[in-house]
């Protein structure tokens, strides 16, 4: 009677784990994408602390610093760009303290 018990409790116990394992693997990561047209204005404004170009979000507070850098026709400080973009978990450049590194997508001027 003991080993029965014993043997529906770790067959209980080994299959109710297995589900949970496959559960989480259909978790979603926690990066962020946005997409559909989001305006924004390129900025040179932090480049004295070690961040090249920076973009401003028009619609939020969000500073994004594009990773891949910017065309060199868009990189002119208070040029007015469209864009998609998701945010990138990944660590900011050395001496740079403000925004979030960004892939930007279909990047084009307003």
Same mark, same amino acid.
């Given at each position: 009677m003991k080993w029965?018990?014993?043997f529906? &409790? !770790?067959s209980l116990f080994a299959f109710s784990s297995c589900k949970c394992c496959k559960e989480g /693997? /259909?978790?979603d990561t926690?990066? &962020?994408a946005t997409q559909g047209t989001t305006t924004g204005t390129v900025s040179h404004k932090y480049r004295d602390t070690g961040c090249k170009t920076v973009i401003l979000v028009s619609e939020s507070e969000q500073v994004l610093i594009p990773v891949e850098g910017l065309p060199q026709? #868009?990189?002119v400080d208070g040029k007015v760009i469209t864009f998609d973009f998701t !945010? #990138?978990?990944m660590?900011?450049?050395e001496g740079c303290n403000t925004g979030q590194p960004a892939q930007l997508m279909n990047v084009s001027a307003k």
């Amino acid at each position: 009677m003991k080993w029965i018990f014993l043997f529906l &409790t !770790v067959s209980l116990f080994a299959f109710s784990s297995c589900k949970c394992c496959k559960e989480g /693997k /259909k978790c979603d990561t926690n990066v &962020t994408a946005t997409q559909g047209t989001t305006t924004g204005t390129v900025s040179h404004k932090y480049r004295d602390t070690g961040c090249k170009t920076v973009i401003l979000v028009s619609e939020s507070e969000q500073v994004l610093i594009p990773v891949e850098g910017l065309p060199q026709d #868009l990189d002119v400080d208070g040029k007015v760009i469209t864009f998609d973009f998701t !945010v #990138l978990r990944m660590p900011q450049p050395e001496g740079c303290n403000t925004g979030q590194p960004a892939q930007l997508m279909n990047v084009s001027a307003k």
